[in-house]
């Protein structure tokens, strides 16, 4: 069984910086693909970056340029880094590991940039 266990939402002011953290259970993480996506109120889940187990990255383009995503795979965690964040960065953000064939979601973490 994977669990992931997204952290570090919170409110910021536009331009504040936040880091979320996904910690994962089990077996997968070094072989896994992590992603980080979001869900805004009222609109479809959207993607935002994913990183490789090897480090390969790819960012939406809503993010390039203000967000990173990297991975302690002694930790077993991934991190997504946001700066100079925007009010329609607002949402809910989700960490996805896929691995082995599946997908799994961790159960979010809210985000506000508001003043």
Not at 29 to 53: C, D, H, L, N
């Amino acid at each position: 069984q994977v669990q992931l266990v997204e952290s570090g939402g919170g409110l910021v002011q536009p331009g504040g910086s936040l880091r979320l953290s996904c910690a994962a259970s089990g077996s997968i993480f070094r072989k896994a693909v992590m992603a980080w996506y979001r869900q805004a109120p009222g609109k479809q889940r959207e993607y935002v970056a994913w990183i490789t187990s090897f480090g390969t990255q790819n960012f939406a383009d809503s993010a390039k340029g203000r967000f990173t995503i990297s991975r302690d795979n002694a930790k077993s965690t991934v991190y997504l880094q946001m700066n100079s964040l925007k009010p329609e960065d607002t949402a809910v953000y989700y960490c996805r590991a896929a691995a082995d064939g599946s997908i799994y979601w961790g159960q979010g973490t809210q985000v506000t940039v508001s003043s």
